[in-house]
């Protein structure tokens, strides 16, 4: 599972799918990363 490590210590876990410019998607409250399963195809092409 592919991490970065922010200065304060935190791992935060990524993906990277597709090509072209990143996107930052950010699950939000109780949320995980299983929220932008539906739309990463589209987010991908």
Known sequence: M???QT??????YYEQ???GKD???I???S???TTWSPV??????
């Open 31 to 33: 949320a995980d990363h």
């Open 2 to 4: 592919p991490k970065v």
């Open 7 to 12: 200065t304060t210590g935190i791992n935060i």
């Open 27 to 29: 699950a939000g409250l």
């Open 40 to 45: 990463l195809p589209q987010l991908a092409s």
């Open 17 to 19: 799918e597709g090509a």
């Open 23 to 25: 996107v930052i998607c």
